[in-house]
């Protein structure tokens, strides 16, 4: 794949015939307004647009998307802005567009037969869920930034979440997916079959992709039965071992059953307990690790309760699990949530955080935990892990908070450093980078080591082949030398 071209600046003339295409709420330029589509929600990519694009429907999407690429114009697509790695922020350069579809924001239809659900690319995947279960459905995908996340860069990062473990990722829930490519065709394929072996799954192309092949415009997602009965408990253990333990106990009383399971360090449940308001621990004492487990059927009668007690007695008796609360309402069990999923908030409030979305198989995830927070106190004395994250499919969230007292800035400068030394230990132990939030602007200096050869080559004929002109988010994913324009960062 050669080097791409610098993008060009878009024109007079070419923003004339967007405004004309899109009208006044579908084309920003004044700088204030267009500013908040420059950094993401870290606030660690500043970049700059010359204008953001808001297209009400697919016909419009693809338009703009045909003129910007006919003028060479680089375009970033961008969801609910979410992204933790800058994979939806322009470069500093100023000369690319963003292309926002919060516009594009129906729940077109629910098939309760099917159990599907069509849904434009601009719908929040907190609406999304709302919709499935005023249908007495459920979409299972859950992530802790749901309420701003839109379903087009849910799919674009192949995001993962809570409900893997049983559902699994976002890839396994697309049955249909229309898509514009970077010359403003549109991947018509929006077909709701379980089985359809004609030719390549094309549609799989742009999961994952992160904008770099084309931007998604409507998907087709399954979704489940509601669940009639849910039990959930917060278990306090000695160390990641005996999370693992347990997770095998309830694995081995009924698979099927388990909806969550959720591992969270001591030192991440001190910062939430202590900086988040309204978080407070509804056990005895502390302990060094935790686990949220979330058991769900749709079976009528189902007594989850039990199942739940019995794995917990157990587990009580043999030491594996040293105290534990259920909750009785599902108030308390939302309390119980509000601990797992504010960990992102309370590393924010204790200072500068370096975040490590990484994977290994599930039995190595102690292993991890142990030799990562070593490695990285050693590296930076006074330095707070606290990993968290989906211990039952091996994806933990091995965020690292800046020793008390250290300045931000220099902290953060030691991210490659430190994501290196991580990675280290996570290429060891037979695991992957980035599980779920993609590779974005963060992480492209990885690939050449690991996806290298045949694996990067393919994917480099693949995006030269979709994108030859590399208008569609340049910078991400791909190494910095082919893709240079990477936006402002901190570190």
Partial sequence: MPACPAPNAPSADLLSRLAALLGPAGLLTEQSDVEPFCTDWRALYHGRAAAVLRPANTAELAQAVALCARDGVAMVPQGGNTSMVGGATPDASGR??????????????????????????????KAAQDAARDAGL?????????????????????????????????????????????????????????????????????????????????????????????????????????????????RAQDPALIQAFEYMSGAGMDLVTTLVPGASLPLSEPAPAYVLVELATPRANADLRTALEDVLGAALEDGTVSDAVIAESEGQRLALWKLREEHAEAQRRAGAS????????????????????????????????????HIGDGNIHFNLVQPEGMDPAA??????????????????????FSAEHGVGRLKPYMMPDWRGGAELATMRRIKEAIDPGCVMNPGAVFPSDEQPDAPAHPG
Avoid at 357 to 376: E, G, K, N
């Fill in 138 to 250: 459920m979409l299972p995908l859950s992530i802790s930034s749901e309420g701003s996340a839109q379903i087009g860069g849910v799919l674009a990062t192949n995001a993962g979440g809570n409900n893997t473990v049983r559902y699994g990722n976002a890839r396994e829930l697309v049955l249909g997916l229309e898509a514009v490519l970077p010359d403003g065709q549109v991947f018509h394929g929006l077909r709701r079959l379980r089985k359809d072996n004609t030719g390549y799954a094309l549609r799989q192309l742009f999961v994952g992709s992160e904008g770099t092949l084309g931007i998604i415009s409507t998907a087709i997602l399954q979704l489940q039965p509601q669940p009639r009965a849910v039990e959930a408990a917060l278990c306090a253990l000695a160390d990641p071992a005996a999370a693992l333990a347990l997770f095998a106990a309830f």
């Fill in 411 to 432: 902290f953060l400068a030691m991210d490659h450093r430190i994501m290196d030394t991580v990675a280290d230990i996570v290429r060891d132990l037979d695991g992957s």
């Fill in 354 to 389: 370096i975040k490590n979305d990484v994977s290994v198989p599930v039995s190595h995830v102690p292993d991890l935990i142990a030799r990562a927070s070593a490695a990285c106190v050693a590296l930076v004395p006074g330095i707070r892990p606290a990993p968290f994250g």
């Fill in 96 to 125: 690319a567009v963003v292309i926002c579809l919060s516009r594009m924001n129906r729940v077109r239809r629910i098939d309760p037969v099917d159990l599907t659900m069509e849904v434009e690319a601009g719908v929040t995947l």
